[in-house]
């Protein structure tokens, strides 16, 4: 069975600070990306790692792909209250199937 | 460019009534999944179509619930009976295999309660 843990669940921090959170796996994934959802909408992507040890930067987000494939983090640098959401992982097998972990939710005071 | 499309936004049953969920996936896209989200169980994969062919329905809970996909513009999601349990976000989404990374874009949501 393939699951993929995302921690910590819940993080509320002040505006300015930054955060890590973590993706992790004991299996491997062809491709690992980050999602972001707001209240009543639909998940969006931000970002697709394929090559492992690959790093992407999209502003004041950095995501990595561990070397492995097996494991990635998405790094926010100065989060802002409009970065509040639920960030979700999800990886790709070699086949059609895509699954998600559990998410983290972020929420940042201003 | 439309995105994915999803009918009804919000849907509110008794106990025992079918449920049909509606998608329409974004044109050209060759593969179609339902998700189901839960503050509980996160985002399920309940099944997923490639060129109109279910290819994985491990996901669906259990016997009430069926999905088609007649034709590449159209699938449906059923419930019939409904129960309580079922209440949940349901996501349509579609890709382009082939397509970089297997970038999945979703609908907005079929909000369901079953009271």
């Known amino acids: 069975t393939q699951l993929l843990e995302q921690s910590p669940q819940f993080l509320s921090i002040q505006e300015g600070e930054n955060l890590t959170v973590y993706c992790n796996s004991s299996s491997v994934f062809s491709s690992l990306q980050w999602y972001r959802q707001e209240p009543g909408e639909g998940p969006v992507l931000l970002v697709t790692?394929?090559?492992?040890?690959e790093v992407k930067k999209l502003k004041r987000l950095t995501f990595q792909f561990g070397d492995a494939r097996k494991d990635s983090s998405l790094h926010i640098t100065a989060a802002q209250p409009g970065d509040t959401g639920l960030y979700l992982c999800?990886?790709?097998?070699?086949?059609?199937?895509?699954?998600f972990g559990a998410g983290t939710r972020l929420f940042v005071k201003a | 460019d439309a995105g994915v499309i999803q009918s009804p936004r919000h849907e509110v049953t008794e106990m025992g009534q079918e449920v049909t969920l509606r998608c329409k996936p974004i044109?050209?896209?060759?593969?179609l999944f339902w998700y189901r989200q839960t503050m509980m169980r996160g985002l399920e994969l309940l099944i997923y179509f490639n060129n109109n062919v279910p290819i994985d329905d491990s996901g669906m809970p259990e016997d009430r619930f069926s999905a088609k996909m007649p034709n590449a513009s159209f699938s449906t999601l059923k419930i019939q009976p409904s129960e309580p349990r079922d209440s949940a976000v349901y996501f349509c989404?579609?890709?382009?295999?082939?397509?970089?990374?297997?970038?999945?874009?979703f609908g907005e949501g079929s909000w369901l309660t079953v009271v």
């Open positions: 989404a579609s890709s382009r295999q082939g397509g970089p990374g297997n970038t999945i874009y």
């Open positions: 044109s050209g896209h060759n593969s």
């Open positions: 999800a990886g790709a097998t070699g086949g059609f199937k895509t699954i």
């Open positions: 790692v394929v090559t492992g040890g």
